[in-house]
């Protein structure tokens, strides 16, 4: 890999990681666990491992952006993830600074 | 699958006790998910090994729950550095005039030249990991006390500060705080070293006291 390809890996895994948040609160809205939200947001072209996305479903949990319950009544006990009244307050306000953002890049760009 | 078991315990001795429990459970539920998706309901035991490389050493996955749990705090990580350095700037400086003064006063001889070297550096390597130590401690709970890792110490810094400057050559107040903090230390180092200097210093005062012209009577009756 040449030392472009490295410093470009590099700063698209900087952008992904700043707008993860943002796709798993657009993908909590139904009640979720884990792994399902994993394939969810690989279904949609998101690539995250499911050892980045527990972390950061327990910080956004400890946040009281999402709220969590255990489903005991399967065979294998899961721990489903849900958007909170203020993760939704969150998210229309990420929202909003993301079209925001995404239009100021968008002129820039048209300019070039 | 008691490979999985073995596994989620090892990532568990480095989980932070209070949420330990949940994240195993949570763990071990998403891994078997990701390995039954993967290989099946009965994957062989390469295809399990297979599965927790790909997912990190213990350590590694443990470290990603963990938060930036920040011994110094951020803010005062500059000011930390700044006072080690002068620390162990000071306390070379104050242990060398000590040795020097020691080879003044004693015999030359080189056996006991190099044997006071070797305690001078013993000296000083011993007393800047202890002073940096106790230094190291009060940042410690300057930031646990403070419960935020983003301590920023100039947080109430307003433009109108600006108006005590005066425009001179760069780094000057550094210096000067950097010098108050080294001649404290090498005063520290000396007097404790040497504890007969404050009693010297008295008998001096006294002697100079005694060649002094003492006030007449009516002096006191004025005063």
Known sequence: MSQKDVIVTNLVGELKRGTLVLSVLLNTKESTYGYSLVQALQSLGIDIEQNTLYPLLRRLEKQALLSSSWDTTESRPRKYYQISPLGLEVLNDLTAHWQETNKIINTMLEEV | ?223
């Open chain 2, 1 to 223: 699958m008691k490979l999985i078991e073995q596994y989620i315990y090892a990532i568990g001795k480095y989980l932070p006790y209070n949420s330990r429990k949940d994240i195993k459970k949570e763990l071990y539920a998403s891994l078997l998910d990701e390995i039954e998706a993967t290989y099946g309901e009965n994957p062989t035991q390469k295809e399990l090994e297979a599965a927790i490389t790909a997912y990190g050493t213990p350590r590694q996955v443990a470290n990603r729950y963990k938060e930036n749990n920040l011994v110094i705090g951020s803010g005062y990580t500059d000011l930390f550095f700044f006072i080690s350095k002068l620390i162990i700037f000071a306390l070379s400086i104050a242990f060398t005039i000590i040795f020097v003064i020691g080879l003044l006063e004693g015999d030359l001889t080189p056996n006991k030249i190099i044997v006071d070297i070797a305690r001078t550096i013993a000296r000083i390597i011993g007393a800047s990991l202890s002073a940096i130590a106790w230094v190291g401690i009060g940042f410690i709970i300057l930031t646990r006390l403070n419960n935020d890792h983003h301590i920023d110490l100039e947080d109430d810094w307003t433009p109108k500060d600006l108006a005590d400057i005066h425009i001179g050559p760069e780094g000057e107040s550094k210096i000067e705080s950097g010098l108050s903090i080294f001649f404290i230390l090498v005063f520290i180092v000396i007097i404790n070293t040497m504890p007969f200097l404050p009693s010297i210093a008295e008998s001096i005062i006294s002697s100079i006291y005694c060649m002094v012209p003492k006030p007449r009577k009516w002096f006191y009756l004025i005063c």
